[in-house]
């Protein structure tokens, strides 16, 4: 079939081939939404640990949460530095990459 480039008649192509490219485009976006990390927050009302430290101060907090949130069945990534909240940025790039997708 006769491709267009510009509003304009180009080069022939076929049909498989301009599937490939938005097979290709889509199964590449796919791949990097899979690979995006949901955090896991577990730092107190602050996100620093001071209430953990008051408990007991002589064990290494940060070392034993991120241990936790690592065995949990989600496959959670450890925020280590938050706030009150997590930031939830890994949302912001999973919708980022879905508006990418239906670009496509």
């Given at each position: 079939m006769i491709a267009r480039t510009?509003?304009?008649?180009?080069?022939?192509?076929?049909?498989?081939?301009?599937?490939?490219?938005?097979?290709?485009?889509?199964?590449?976006?796919?791949?990097?939404?899979?690979?995006?990390?949901?955090?896991?927050?577990?730092?107190?009302?602050?996100?620093?640990?001071?209430?953990?430290?008051?408990?007991?101060?002589?064990?290494?907090?940060v070392t034993h949460v991120e241990k936790f949130i690592s065995e949990l069945p989600f496959n959670l990534k450890y925020h280590k530095f938050c706030t009150q909240i997590e930031p939830h940025d890994y949302i912001v790039d999973i919708s980022g990459s879905v508006h990418h997708l239906n670009s496509i």
């Open positions: 510009h509003g304009q008649v180009a080069t022939p192509t076929t049909m498989g081939k301009e599937l490939a490219n938005f097979s290709y485009r889509l199964y590449t976006k796919l791949g990097h939404i899979r690979t995006i990390g949901i955090s896991g927050k577990v730092g107190g009302a602050t996100g620093s640990l001071q209430s953990f430290r008051v408990y007991d101060n002589s064990i290494d907090w």
